[in-house]
């Protein structure tokens, strides 16, 4: 079933839509966009221009529309029944900058790739940024997700980061304001985050090239990297790893229709070909229940799940399993 309300909400924002300088679209599909290559439509996507063209069309979004920001969608689930409202996507051209702004400082756009804010640190000689080598998300989820690897978290590196609320404010948050912890945020869940100042420390090139490639080595050997997946399903629960609690269960190679829990790395779902998002939410579920089963441990989403089901598909979390 398609959501087709797109043209409407677009109507409905009036004549100042003219002046607007970025692309709407109405009924975009997500599963062009997500990494899992799944799910339903985002009834209106818009990709502004610059800042000031997000604040301006914002102001035009009535106040019971919601509005969610999306960075490259590598660690989104978009349901089959689509995304009500607007879903906000930066474009390069107006949110992915990178340069030096002083002293190991790096200021990076919203969108701009994790990858490429490492490549320009080692260029400077700039450390403590290695980590982002292996993520293949944008600054933005980044900063949303305190993101981190092999050793590294966003958290250690931010210094400031600018956001527009959903009313079309703006804001400048420093560290503490963001209320970092393990893959999460404090700060407002409607910031959209445009562009952030990073510091890092002066370091050998040698050495951080050599931290580099160690990233790189370690996801080649242990992650289906090349897979339609979004990275780590699930948080890894105090003192216990998610893979193994799962593997324990026995979820590794767990298949529900096209989805599969990797058999490489079976914190990692992966679409196999055709998997709809109700298949892949279903098989997370899945494993949840037996993981509590198994170890009496509940695990915890940390990829984020989006959108509506499909009317008839509803999905109860644990199955309907948990206990309390
Ligand atoms: C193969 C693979 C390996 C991965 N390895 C890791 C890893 O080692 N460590 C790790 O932490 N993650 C990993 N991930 C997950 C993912 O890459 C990170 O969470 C990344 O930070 C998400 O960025 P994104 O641009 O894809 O965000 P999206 O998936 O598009 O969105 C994720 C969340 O961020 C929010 N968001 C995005 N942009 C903004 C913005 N501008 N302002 C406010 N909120 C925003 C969205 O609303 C959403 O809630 C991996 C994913 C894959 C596919």
Redesign the pocket.
């Known amino acids: 079933m398609k959501q087709v309300n797109g043209q409407k909400l677009l109507d409905a924002l009036g004549s100042g839509v003219s002046a607007i300088r970025g692309r709407i679209t109405p009924d975009a599909p997500m599963d062009r966009v ?2 899992f290559r799944a799910g339903g439509l985002a009834e209106l996507m818009f990709q502004p221009h610059d800042t000031d063209d997000l604040v301006a069309f914002l102001k035009l979004v009535p106040e019971e529309v919601p509005v ?9 689930l978009v349901r089959d029944g689509g995304i009500p409202g607007v879903v906000i996507r ?1 474009s390069a051209k107006g ?1 992915g900058d990178l340069e030096i702004v002083g002293d190991n400082r790096i200021k990076a756009g ?2 701009c790739p ?1 990858k490429n804010i490492a490549a320009m640190a080692l260029d400077h000689g700039i450390g403590g940024f290695y ?1 982002y080598y ?17 050793g590294g978290e966003t958290r250690e590196r931010v210094v400031e980061v600018h ?1 527009v609320d959903r009313k079309g404010n703006r804001y400048v948050l420093s560290n503490a304001d963001m209320g970092y912890s393990y ?1 999460h945020t404090a700060a407002a869940k409607d ?4 562009h952030a100042i990073f510091e890092g420390f002066p370091e050998d090139k040698a050495k951080i090239r050599h931290d580099m490639d160690a990233v790189r080595q370690h ?1 080649e050997t242990v ?3 090349r ?1 339609k ?4 399903t699930f948080k890894n629960p105090e003192g216990h790893s998610a893979w193994k609690l799962i593997d324990e269960a026995g979820g590794r190679g767990m298949m529900i229709g096209g989805a599969q829990m990797s058999p490489l790395h079976c914190n ?1 779902m992966i679409n196999t070909g055709q998997a709809s998002g109700y298949e892949l939410e279903y098989l997370g579920e899945t494993v949840r229940a037996q993981v509590l089963e198994h170890s009496g441990i509940k695990l915890e989403w ?1 990829i ?1 799940r ?1 959108g509506n089901f499909m009317p008839g598909y509803e999905i109860k979390e644990f199955l309907g399993r948990a206990t309390g």
């Not at 969610?68 to 989104?76: E, P, Q, R, T």
């Not at 997946?229 to 780590?232: A, C, D, F, I, V």
């Open positions: 997500t990494w969610m920001v999306i960075g490259v969608g590598s660690n989104l930066l949110f919203a969108i994790d980590f292996g993520i293949p998300g944008s600054i933005g989820g980044a900063l949303r997700m305190n993101a981190g690897a092999n956001a893959r910031l959209i985050f445009t996801r992650q289906p990297i897979e997946t979004g990275g780590s990692f940390e984020k989006i």
